[in-house]
């Protein structure tokens, strides 16, 4: 009987987070955009090759096909300056940077999430420590810790695991984008630090409440507390600050890509192509049009939906 | 309060060698090294090197000398520049970039507070979704990409301003304002989402009961609780504003401080990047620790111990 | 609300379009004579930009290119690169002859040479110059550009001579004591105590510390015997090979005849210091209150970061001839940044690559502006020969051939198909001997000039190597595959540039459509890069370049000189070691040409490196800029720039600026070189009366 006071309790609270969510125009705006986005990155490739043979890799070994040109009917996008498809590279680069933003904002999720409960729950020296700790790491420029990342565990050196992740996710035969999977972890390091200060912030207020002084009373273990209790309590503020973390991560790849440091060719993200493209305006200008529309207004419903999740999640806290 | 301003001053100190640190031991792990180019090296030019610099002694010699001297305050001289010390770099740098990171927060708080005010006072009318929009382009459009398209419109296509570098009042414009979007883009957004719900809390509702003035109760009231978050939004955008913001100051050929500070990265320019890593880590804190305080200001609800 | 929505919506997107939209009416503006603002700067000072920041103002010091033209403003050496061939013209020395044995150079300084503060530049200054880059404590980068002279390099590395009980000193060969130095008949110039010294047979010497000692005593039996019970004397910087003979007069002396090494004293390492103001300064003597420099221009304020202003030095001995009033050098690095000042008027010239590669078809309508020409460089792709499957030579060979090199320089637009190691179109003399040589060696092979340039793309005979090296290509639908190549051995490195990576893209395409071949691409941050490349840790294949330091094939035969050379492929064979040193001792020009290709045929046949392009220098400058000539290096003799108002008589086209005959440049060239024709004549007379 009291499980389902709970159950039904629980269901109203993100129905009712539903509901609101709905009345939000812009985040629906938001929402239908990403997902068609999401949607036509995933099956834009393949659809291409089918349809028109062309690859985001493609360069036509003709020597005076490799230029830039115009959009046509063959190529809606035009090409690059290799002569290769734009609207194949767009939809390839929106795979990686979706994949950038999503992957590094898991890790930020996992490491972050744990880290900030488990300080704001332990509280007092162990807290103060590993808030101090989070300080530090918050004032080593973070250029210097992807710069270390990627050259100590690039290349030879590159952890098995993330060799593997690579080749499941890109298929065999890809080693180049092993690079790229140290990328997101290297941007998902260095984005958890806000996320635990979120975190802890929350559990600092949740955990003299009731329940958990009598889950304590009942002898449940620290961990399950931190884990079963505490976080799905605090989940409404993580996942608006997930959303948000999304857009950060995408310009902080199109930052690294600008500075030589991104992803790795000839993967391309809609960073790289947009950093590309702007040393090209005045000449080329729908280099630059191109992904870089499609890169901000992806960004802009990332933001929209992720202000519409605070409204309707949790319209009392401020962000940040 | 005065005894925790004091505890946090104290600590800035132990956390920035900390920082310094572990600065320097991720470039210790980072390969290659300051002084190689495209040749190589005669062995014996390298050993000249690696002897006067000191590179020959044990880490922990090396390591100790350092911190030594960096508690002494001296960096001692870049390795890229020889002959330039680092502290004199950071000094003579730091006002390129301090001046267009203060100009261009000033501009991104004008333009961000007004709108989101305006947004927050008009909520759901076309001047909240328009200012909201536009805000979102700001966060939407990387400024290596609003740079340059600033510059070829006013500087090439209608040769208002020069297009880079250095020097008058002209020169400064482009460059504040590809700055402050992205900072007016999230000052907006605070100021709306602070002002809005300070607008629903009792101390409003009850100052707006006493029959005080629309004016007295937005200015008065309303605008210091909805600044709040603002206000700790100012602390670290402040400190990385000051210290230099690499995309705009390579775009316009300013020489500030950030771009030579990635410059010290990429040139592996040892005590240049423990002496820009010091001087920020510092900047940081304190400006956190300002922020900290001001709160006690604006929200009397906020006591410290 | 949903209107509201649109409304808003729309006002950021119509914002964005208005702004890329206002940039494709720019774009048509852009149609005219010139590229940007074409204005004469009022205050005959030029405006140019020399790449990034400066390391230093101190010529042994610095490495860099970008350094290099700053230098060659600021200082001057005993000889300077003539503005249009960068051949040796005279300079502080107005005169010079070269000893019988092409060991010994006798240098004739101007008696009117001063400082920047009104000191007489004398052969003391020369010596302390040439010394002072060479000390270890200086530790300069550039010091092995001196190894040519006599005990450079042992006074560079610390080493010690070998003493006797006796006071003789062990000499190298067998070590045997050193004869008494006795005065020698083919002596050249004066006779002094230093010169028999220097010109004695040459002297042992071993590690100047006790470890390195012991190191090679360890190994070398013999000469752990021969070290015992000797004395070890420092080799000093007063043994090296440089000697003041009087106040006008510097003789060198090299080991062994280097006829490249005139041409080599341009550099920026051989230019003259001032020695009173490096001792009173120290570290500071480069701020711009204490530098005293020996050039046309002198520093006015030096800005980092932002600018160097320098204007023209009224102490210089040919001040005359000084034509600009000053050079505003701007540090920047960034292509886009700094045509966009060029375009506003606010820059006057750039440097070499700096034209982006999608600017190139644009830029080049501007004839008078844009400049393409060869440049003393190549970009080429090394390959780790002692790693499986790149030991394999026909594997090495067949990458080679599958590459499509004209329509690489066709996508490149700035570049030229290399199908050798050295640049085309850069050593005229050269490619005729080299040509000569050519034909001999592969007619005996039973091979024709033909087939060699042939090698520019062959796709259908790289899958035939490719099958006989053990790596069958198979016909798979329109194109090519070949399985059983390891793909996951070797992979095409380069250091994080875009045009690095268009290269490495191109080719991995080609492999890719020629052979069935993916390889991985991997890019590196530059300071990881080096020495990842540089130790051959890479796989496979590795971009790799080099730009000449002199005008001499040498300087590219050299890279795969000595055992711990800078060809980062791990090859090393010291019959190509003998081959150049036998060269080198040649006197004959052509002849010791026809000797240099054939190290060259003989090292290309090995295939450890892929050639790709001869470089072009690929640049703008304004057309009222005269005297600047687009040479292999891009290094410009300032003093015979000037700006000329006159627009009647400005750049029409730099296609042919090369043979267009300045008067005024001419004319100066011609004053210069005077006194070293009339040295040169004068010996003619006196060996025809002999």
């Known amino acids: 009987m009291v499980e389902n006071v709970q159950v039904e309790k629980g269901t109203s609270l993100w129905a009712d987070a539903w509901k609101r969510l709905l009345k939000n125009k812009l985040a629906v705006f938001g929402m239908i955009i990403l997902g068609l986005m999401i949607i036509t990155v995933i099956v834009g490739p393949p659809l291409i090759r089918w349809t028109t043979g062309l690859t985001a890799d493609y360069i036509p070994s003709d020597g005076d096909l490799i230029r830039s040109f115009p959009p046509s009917m063959q190529h809606p996008m035009g090409t690059d300056e290799a002569g290769r498809d734009l609207l194949a590279r767009v939809l390839q680069g929106g795979r990686i940077s979706l994949m950038v933003g999503i992957i590094s904002t898991i890790v930020s999720l996992i490491v972050g999430v744990s880290y900030g409960a488990i300080a704001g729950y332990l509280g007092g020296r162990i807290d103060n420590f590993m808030m101090r700790v989070v300080d530090i790491i918050y004032a080593i420029p973070y250029i210097l810790i992807v710069i270390v990342l990627l050259s100590v565990f690039g290349g030879p050196n590159t952890p098995g695991w993330i060799g593997w992740l690579s080749e499941k996710l890109g298929g065999a035969g890809n080693q180049g984008l092993s690079q790229i999977f140290l990328l997101f972890f290297a941007l998902g390091l260095v984005s958890w630090l806000t996320m635990a200060r979120v975190v802890r912030g929350q559990i600092l207020s949740l955990k003299n409440q009731e329940f958990v002084l009598a889950a304590k009373a009942t002898g449940v273990s620290t961990f399950a507390i931190i884990f079963r209790h505490l976080v799905p309590n605090a989940l409404g503020p993580v996942i608006v600050y997930a959303t948000l973390t999304v857009p950060s991560v995408m310009l902080t790849e199109a930052f690294l890509s600008y500075l030589g440091l991104g992803v790795q060719a000839p993967y391309a993200s809609w960073g790289s192509l947009a950093a590309d493209g702007i040393k090209n305006i005045a000449i080329f200008p729908w280099q630059l049009i191109f992904p870089g529309v499609t890169m901000a207004l992806t960004l802009f419903s990332l933001n929209f939906l992720g202000d519409g999740l605070r409204d309707a999640l949790d319209p009392q806290t401020r962000k940040f | ?305 | 609300m949903q209107e509201f929505i649109g409304k808003s919506l729309a006002v950021s997107l119509i914002c964005c379009f208005v702004l890329l939209s206002m940039t494709g009416c720019i774009r048509s503006s852009a149609e005219q004579k010139y590229f940007g603002i074409v204005k004469v700067p009022s205050d005959n000072v030029l405006r140019y930009v020399t790449g990034s920041e400066p390391e230093s103002l101190d010529p042994q010091f610095v490495t860099g290119q970008p350094e290099a033209r700053i230098m060659m403003a600021l200082y001057e050496g005993l000889v300077e690169y003539h503005p249009i061939t960068m051949e040796p013209i005279p300079a502080i020395a107005e005169s010079w002859e070269i000893g019988p044995d092409g060991t010994e150079y006798l240098f004739h300084l101007r008696k009117n040479a001063k400082f920047s503060n009104g000191d007489p530049i004398t052969a003391k200054d020369v010596v302390f110059s040439f010394r002072r880059g060479l000390s270890p404590e200086l530790a300069s980068r550039n010091a092995n550009l001196a190894y040519y002279l006599k005990y450079a390099e042992a006074y560079n590395s610390a080493r010690a001579f070998v003493r006797n009980p006796d006071g003789s000193f062990l000499v190298k060969d067998g070590g045997a004591p050193a004869a008494e130095p006795a005065a020698k008949a083919d002596t050249f110039g004066p006779d002094s105590e230093f010169h028999r010294f220097i010109d004695a047979p040459e002297r042992l010497t071993v590690p100047g510390d006790e470890a390195g000692r012991k190191k090679l005593t360890d190994k070398d039996a013999k000469m752990k015997a021969l070290l015992e019970g000797k004395q070890f004397v420092p080799v000093r910087a007063e043994d090296v090979g440089i000697e003041a003979v009087d106040d006008h007069t510097v003789r060198l002396k090299l080991y062994q005849p280097a006829p490249f090494f005139l041409g080599l004293l341009a550099h920026q390492f051989f230019r003259v210091v001032h020695q009173p103001t490096i001792e009173k300064f120290g570290r500071a003597w480069t701020k711009p209150e204490n530098i005293v420099t020996s050039g046309p221009f002198r520093v006015a304020a030096h800005k980092p970061y932002d600018e160097l202003n320098t204007v023209k030095e009224p102490n210089y001995w040919d001040a005359a001839n000084v034509k600009l009033a000053g050079i505003d050098f701007y540090p920047l690095d960034e292509q886009t940044t700094m045509l966009n000042l060029y375009k506003a008027g606010e820059l006057d010239a750039t440097y070499n690559h700096t034209i982006p590669a999608a600017w190139n078809d644009t830029v080049k309508q501007f004839k008078a502006e844009y400049s393409l020409h060869p440049e003393v460089a190549v970009d080429y792709y090394s390959l780790s020969v002692k790693k499986p499957p790149m030991d394999n030579l026909k594997v090495r060979q067949a990458l080679s051939l599958a590459i499509d090199r004209e329509a690489l320089a066709q996508f490149q637009r700035t570049k030229k198909p290399l199908v050798d190691f050295t640049p085309e179109g850069i050593f005229p003399k050269y490619e005729e001997a080299r040509q000569k040589v050519y034909t001999e060696l592969l007619t005996q092979q039973g091979s024709s000039m033909a087939e060699w340039k042939a090698r520019i793309f062959d796709a259908e005979k790289a899958r035939k190597l490719m099958t006989e090296a053990g790596f069958p290509v198979q016909q798979a639908g329109s194109g090519w595959s070949t399985p059983s190549f390891p793909v996951d051995k070797v992979s095409i490195t380069y250091n994080t540039s875009e045009s690095n990576q268009k290269i490495a893209e191109f080719i991995q395409a080609q492999w890719k459509q020629n052979l069935g071949i993916t390889l991985p691409l991997k890019n590196m941050e530059f300071k990881t890069f080096l020495p990842y490349r540089s130790a051959v840790e890479y796989d496979g294949v590795v971009r790799n370049g080099w730009v000449g330091d002199y005008m001499d094939p040498f300087t590219f035969l050299n890279l795969f000189y000595s055992q711990q050379n800078d060809g980062a492929t791990g090859w090393w064979d010291p019959k190509y070691d003998k081959m150049l040193d036998d060269a080198n001792k040649e006197v004959d020009e052509m002849k010791r040409f026809e000797m240099l290709a054939t190290a060259e045929f003989y090292m290309m046949q090995q295939q450890i490196i892929v050639p790709l392009c001869t470089a072009g220098t690929s640049w703008v400058k304004k057309p009222f800029i005269k005297g600047m000539y687009p040479n292999p290096g891009t290094l410009h003799a300032w003093k015979f720039v000037y700006l000329e108002k006159d627009s009647a008589k400005w750049t029409k086209s730099m296609d042919d600026i090369m043979s267009e005959k300045d008067p005024a440049v001419t004319a100066q060239i011609d004053q210069l070189v005077a006194t070293q024709e009339a040295l040169k004549r004068s010996k003619a007379v006196e060996k025809t009366a002999e």
């Not at chain 2, 459009?141 to 419109?153: A, E, R, S, W």
């Not at chain 2, 402040?238 to 775009?251: M, P, S, W």
């Open chain 2, 1 to 305: 309060m005065l005894s925790f301003i004091l505890r946090r001053l104290l600590i800035i100190v132990p956390m920035a060698l900390l920082v310094v640190t572990v600065t320097w031991a991720l470039i210790r792990i980072a390969p290659g090294n300051f002084y190689s180019t495209e040749r190589t090296l005669p062995p014996a030019v390298e050993a000249n090197i690696k002897k006067k610099y000191g590179l020959d002694r044990p880490w922990y010699e090396q390591y100790g000398m350092m911190m030594l001297n960096i508690v002494k305050l001296d960096f001692g001289d870049s390795l890229r520049y020889p002959g330039q010390t680092v502290n004199e770099i950071i000094r003579r740098h730091l006002p390129y970039s301090a001046t267009i990171g203060f100009f261009a927060y000033i501009l991104a708080l004008l333009i961000g507070l007004t709108a989101g005010i305006i947004a927050a006072l008009k909520q759901n009318s076309i001047w909240d979704y328009g200012s909201m929009a536009l805000a979102m382009l700001g966060l939407s459009v990387p400024n290596f990409v609003l740079g340059p398209v600033l510059v070829l419109v006013f500087a090439l296509g209608l040769y208002l301003v020069p297009p880079s570098r250095w020097g008058g009042i002209s020169s400064l414009i482009l460059p504040v304002i590809t700055l402050s979007a992205i900072y007016a883009a999230y000052i907006a957004r605070l100021t709306r989402a602070g002002m809005l719900e300070v607008m629903r809390s009792d101390y409003v509702r009850t100052a707006r009961a006493k029959g005080l003035d629309e004016k007295t109760v937005l200015l008065k009231h309303a605008l210091r609780g909805g600044i709040i978050p603002v206000v700790s939004f100012t602390g670290p955008a402040l400190a990385g504003l000051l210290a230099g913001t690499v995309v705009v100051e390579k775009v316009f050929a300013i020489p500030g401080l950030g771009n030579i500070f990635i410059q010290s990265v990429f040139n592996r320019d040892e005590p240049l990047v423990l002496g820009i890593v010091a001087f920020i880590s510092i900047l940081i804190m304190i400006f956190n620790l300002a922020v900290d305080i001001s709160y006690g200001f604006l929200d009397p609800r906020i006591r410290y111990e």
